[in-house]
Nanobody, 123 residues
Framework: QVRLVESGGGSVQAGGSLTLSCAASGEIYNRYCITWVRQAPGKEREGVAR???????RVADSVKGRFTISRDSAKNTVDLQMSGLTPDDTAVYYC?????????????????WGQGIQVTVSS
């Protein structure tokens, strides 16, 4: 079973930067779609970034230009680099993985999920 563990969360002031890492059991990033999903207080979960098994990345419009998703093959992690953080970015962030196909399914269908990690941005 694939196990995912997020790290790197915490508190940061508005305008600051933070990098989250998703560590996976085994070597999965060449076979799985990876996504970062967040849930802010009182709001629905929102997909923020996606990385395909082919290495193609995409981020949500709400974080475009500020967030970057990337793979660190040596560490077997997928990182979410966040900059220009605002209080609206405050949320629990989840890493999720799904078996790669010819396409990546919507994150709501992803099979494996980490436990989530808190990111708090103060103004």
């Amino acid at each position: 079973q694939v196990r995912l563990v997020e790290s790197g969360g915490g508190s940061v002031q508005a305008g600051g930067s933070l990098t989250l890492s998703c560590a996976a059991s085994g070597e999965i990033y060449n076979r799985y779609c990876i996504t970062w999903v967040r849930q802010a207080p009182g709001k629905e979960r929102e997909g923020v970034a996606r990385l395909t098994s082919a290495g193609n990345s995409r981020v949500a419009d709400s974080v475009k230009g500020r967030f970057t998703i990337s793979r660190d093959s040596a560490k077997n992690t997928v990182d979410l680099q966040m900059s220009g953080l605002t209080p609206d970015d405050t949320a629990v962030y989840y890493c999720a993985a799904d078996t790669s196909r010819s396409y990546c399914r919507e994150w709501t269908q992803f099979e494996y999920w980490g436990q989530g990690i808190q990111v708090t941005v103060s103004s």
